[in-house]
């Protein structure tokens, strides 16, 4: 019999003999590891890091945005303008990165088609009325695989259409190749120059036997063209379609100071954008396009949105859901009271600048994180836009004593002299255009809204709608709502006679008042 003590012994032996084995391959293997490291950094090297590194931040400066698609693999930098491409008809009124990439972006057009059933729907009812014939509408929006099924859509029923895009970074470079090659005017690819995004506009516009007689804008940039540029071309417009925050409030002002000279539909405030674009898909589309730039984890992160709006209030929900510490700022006080019902910590920036992580402007206004606030913010502190112009955050940082690192598409490092570093996204331009991609269920809802404006506008017997700025009625508003219903095996409950009665309405709507805009600011 062994005893217990003898026992240990041999165990203390065995477990000695273990461990100094695990000592000797580790050692063995470092010697090994040493050895590699000393023979790769004996191999020659083009250029150091340092010169890397400048190298990158450079080339950020002098090609500001001119990266392509994240679906373009092509490595063509020869600029759009400096091509001559025709599409398989031997058609060249078009603009584009690269006509050989039509087959992926009809590939994407499809399956954007599937995710946008009330447009779908439209073209089907069209098939023998065509309540665009005669229309030529001249668009300037987002190029993606979302605008070309509205594009095509408005061709089926009946209208010629020439475009381009409202954002230098959110053009999708194959689905403008399929549009090409589909025989759609397009001028826009993903990296323009602010000098390309206006002689693109101007191309759209300016072409010798084609008058526009409709606008369908996402900003205003369109229809601030037309005015500087060809204010004679608005003898024969009957009506602008416009979508944006921004742009909208350019239509007021012009109507405010007696400027506009066509009737406006303002899709914006129609409740069909505001509670499904402006809020959900903000709400899916704030994440989307953090994680692919910055890959950041949103647990325990504190972030600041500037803006309650229904933009603000996707953020902010998609953000809390994650386990974000969320402040807000606002200067309305009734969507300021909506952020501290819903659970938000209502601030003013420059008292939260110095410790949250992220900071988020959703208010379509200008000078919202100036040059000052990025002085104090904490190093790596990533600095994005959700609203549709790039004047909420100013990007003027190109100063001698501020170096610029592009990391990768559309991702800058702005380094302080004392080697503090901030993270911009998109130049200070639309995050989730620029960067990623938007939910195509959500943007059928807007599109569908625009057609049917364009529709409305378009047909209007001469003196229904006056110089002015109109809201889409709500009967329309209610038909695009209904259209999308069926996708979820929705069933709505009718009326009786009694009910509606009692209520004051027709049984089959519209059931809200045309002042009606949403529950939430």
């Known amino acids: 019999m062994i005893s217990e003590g003898s026992r240990d012994l041999v165990n203390m032996r065995l477990l000695s003999k273990s461990f100094f084995l695990f000592l000797t391959i580790m050692f063995l293997t470092l010697i090994q590891f040493a050895d590699q490291k000393q023979e790769f950094n004996k191999r020659p090297t083009k250029i150091s890091r340092r010169s890397l590194s400048r190298s990158i931040s450079q080339s950020s400066t002098d090609s500001y945005g001119s990266a392509a698609s994240y679906t373009d693999s092509s490595d063509d930098e020869t600029s759009p303008r400096d091509k001559q491409q025709k599409n398989s008809k031997g058609n060249a009124d078009f603009c584009i990165k690269n006509i050989k990439q039509a087959d992926f972006g009809r590939r994407e057009i499809e399956i954007a088609e599937q995710e946008m059933p009330a447009l779908m729907a439209l073209r089907k009812r069209a098939q023998g009325e065509k309540p665009l014939a005669g229309a030529k509408i001249v668009g300037c929006t987002h190029i993606t695989a979302q605008t070309a099924v509205l594009m095509e859509t408005l061709s089926a029923l009946g209208a010629q259409c020439r475009w381009a895009a409202c954002n230098i970074y959110s053009t999708q470079n194959e689905v403008a190749a399929a549009l090409a090659e589909g025989g759609f005017s397009v001028f826009a690819w993903k990296g323009e120059s602010e000098d390309d995004f206006w002689w693109c506009i101007d191309r759209c516009v300016n072409v010798e036997g084609w008058q526009p007689n409709m606008i369908l804008d996402d900003g205003g940039d369109l229809t601030h063209w037309i005015y500087k540029k060809y204010p004679s071309m608005f003898k024969k417009i009957k009506g602008i379609v416009e979508e944006s925050v921004t742009g909208v409030h350019r239509l007021y002002q012009l109507?405010?100071?007696?400027?506009?000279?066509?009737?406006?539909?303002?899709?914006?405030?129609?409740?069909?954008?505001?509670?499904?674009?402006?809020?959900?898909?903000?709400?899916?589309?704030?994440?989307?396009?953090?994680?692919?730039?910055?890959?950041?984890?949103?647990?325990?992160?504190?972030?600041?949105?500037?803006?309650?709006?229904?933009?603000?209030?996707?953020?902010?929900?998609?953000?809390?859901?994650?386990?974000?510490?969320?402040?807000?700022?606002?200067?309305?006080?009734?969507?300021?009271?909506?952020?501290?019902?819903?659970?938000?910590?209502?601030?003013?920036?420059?008292?939260?600048?110095?410790?949250?992580?992220?900071?988020?402007?959703?208010?379509?206004?200008?000078?919202?994180?100036?040059?000052?606030?990025?002085?104090?913010?904490?190093?790596?502190?990533?600095?994005?836009?959700?609203?549709?112009?790039?004047?909420?955050?100013?990007?003027?940082?190109?100063?001698?004593?501020?170096?610029?690192?592009?990391?990768?598409?559309?991702?800058?490092?702005?380094?302080?002299?004392?080697?503090?570093?901030?993270?911009?996204?998109?130049?200070?331009?639309?995050?989730?255009?620029?960067?990623?991609?938007?939910?195509?269920?959500?943007?059928?809802?807007?599109?569908?809204?625009?057609?049917?404006?364009?529709?409305?506008?378009?047909?209007?017997?001469?003196?229904?709608?006056?110089?002015?700025?109109?809201?889409?009625?709500?009967?329309?508003?209610?038909?695009?709502?209904?259209?999308?219903?069926?996708?979820?095996?929705?069933?709505?409950?009718?009326?009786?006679?009694?009910?509606?009665?009692?209520?004051?309405?027709?049984?089959?709507?519209?059931?809200?008042?045309?002042?009606?805009?949403?529950?939430?600011?």
């Open 255 to 521: 109507s405010k100071a007696g400027k506009l000279c066509v009737p406006a539909m303002n899709v914006n405030d129609s409740v069909t954008k505001q509670k499904f674009d402006n809020l959900y898909c903000c709400r899916e589309s704030i994440l989307d396009g953090l994680k692919r730039t910055t890959d950041v984890m949103f647990g325990g992160k504190q972030v600041v949105v500037c803006g309650y709006g229904e933009v603000g209030k996707g953020c902010c929900a998609a953000l809390k859901a994650m386990g974000s510490i969320v402040y807000v700022t606002e200067i309305d006080p009734i969507c300021a009271l909506q952020a501290c019902m819903d659970g938000f910590r209502l601030v003013k920036l420059n008292e939260v600048i110095r410790q949250v992580d992220i900071v988020i402007t959703c208010t379509g206004n200008k000078n919202v994180v100036v040059r000052e606030y990025m002085d104090r913010m904490k190093n790596g502190c990533i600095v994005c836009n959700m609203g549709h112009s790039n004047t909420e955050i100013d990007a003027s940082l190109r100063t001698p004593e501020l170096t610029w690192e592009r990391v990768r598409s559309q991702v800058d490092h702005v380094i302080w002299p004392d080697g503090k570093r901030i993270v911009l996204l998109a130049e200070g331009r639309l995050l989730n255009l620029s960067c990623s991609t938007v939910p195509t269920f959500v943007l059928s809802i807007t599109a569908t809204t625009q057609a049917l404006a364009l529709i409305e506008l378009y047909n209007a017997p001469e003196g229904r709608y006056k110089q002015d700025v109109y809201l889409l009625p709500k009967k329309m508003d209610e038909y695009v709502a209904s259209l999308h219903l069926p996708t979820f095996d929705a069933h709505l409950t009718e009326l009786s006679d009694e009910q509606a009665k009692y209520l004051g309405l027709n049984k089959n709507g519209p059931f809200k008042p045309n002042y009606y805009r949403s529950a939430a600011a």
